[in-house]
């Protein structure tokens, strides 16, 4: 167990990278396509100045969730968008709907995670915001937060069609192997693999605390 979920921190740097040129382009696809048709709370007045990546990447750094955690936060935003059809992902609103659904999935999906306020802070946002993304993202959504097995790795499937597709000339078969190993790993089928993760959420509670520092500093 402690080895596959070495394995699937190896790969998520590029499952990171993948995300958020996956988003970005679904962002200036939008952009260009379908201008903002409602007032939303998620809708900046201006288009954040760090990129996708970038704070995709300060959200791995920092929130310390489980890898599966970014699968199902995909999941949620899929749900959120075909749910809110007059809210498309866009630029302007792209960075917080991350977050949000980041912290959203760490919750139902980790035993243990960060609070609002901390989330606020890794996002550059107050806790107020935070709170009030986090209820709207949950109506968005109609709470349904569950993700079975099946669509769990449904997703895996085609994040990784589409990322072997983008990223094929960096892509060897152990790293194809190894993205699955999220997919392992994940609390969702912690039931079937009969695994014990004790050590792994003192390992995971250490890194917090450690992050945790780290951001306050």
Known sequence: MAEEVDESRNVMPKLISFLSSLLHQVAESNDL??????????????????SVESYLERIFKYANCSPSCYIVAYVYLDRFTQRQPALPINSFNVHRLLITSVMVSAKFMDDIY????????????????????????????GFHLNVTPNTFHTYCSYLQTEMMMMMQPQLNVAQESTFYNIARSSKLLYLSFNQDESSHQQQQQQQQQQQQHQLAV
């Open 33 to 50: 396509s379908r201008p903002q048709k409602i007032i939303s709370v998620f809708n900046g007045l201006s288009r954040p100045t760090i």
């Open 114 to 141: 960060y609070n609002n306020a901390y989330y606020a802070k890794v996002g550059g946002i107050s806790t107020a915001e935070m709170n009030f993304l986090e209820v709207d993202f949950l109506f968005g959504l």
